[in-house]
């Protein structure tokens, strides 16, 4: 049974707004630190914001920061991404992670233990 299942992609113009969603199963969500990755066709998959487990500290990726936001909600097992003001270099499969540990030197970024399978975000010009 899939653990993490995204929502919320689609097409969106440039200077739109999504809220992706990742609802949580079968694990301890609370436990967690979840977090967001995209990836572009010929890209290596990229970090784009995680949030802690405990404290729910966020942490962005320097081409996200000031446009997207994540939160959590332990009490639903959910994680979102209010994507704002998106740019077609934005435009990527994103996927929900959960994992155990939150880095940030020297940059953000998370590994992750559980994917999602994705969910495609267009942006068009």
């Known amino acids: 049974q899939e653990q993490l299942v995204e929502s919320g992609g689609g097409l969106v113009q440039a200077g739109g707004s999504l809220r992706l969603s990742c609802a949580a199963s079968e694990l301890t969500f609370s436990n967690y630190h979840m977090g967001w990755f995209r990836q572009s066709p010929g890209k290596e998959r990229e970090f784009v914001a995680a949030?802690?487990?405990?404290?729910?500290?966020?942490h962005y990726a320097d081409s996200v920061k000031g446009r997207f936001t994540i939160s959590r909600d332990n009490t639903y097992r959910r994680v979102y991404l209010q994507m704002n003001t998106l740019k077609p270099e934005d435009t990527a499969v994103y996927y929900c992670?959960?994992?155990?540990?939150?880095?940030?030197?020297?940059?953000?970024?998370?590994?992750?233990?559980?994917w999602g399978r994705g969910t495609q975000v267009t942006v068009s010009s």
């Open positions: 949030i802690t487990r405990a404290l729910g500290d966020t």
């Open positions: 992670a959960a994992g155990s540990t939150v880095t940030t030197i020297p940059s953000p970024g998370m590994t992750a233990t559980y």
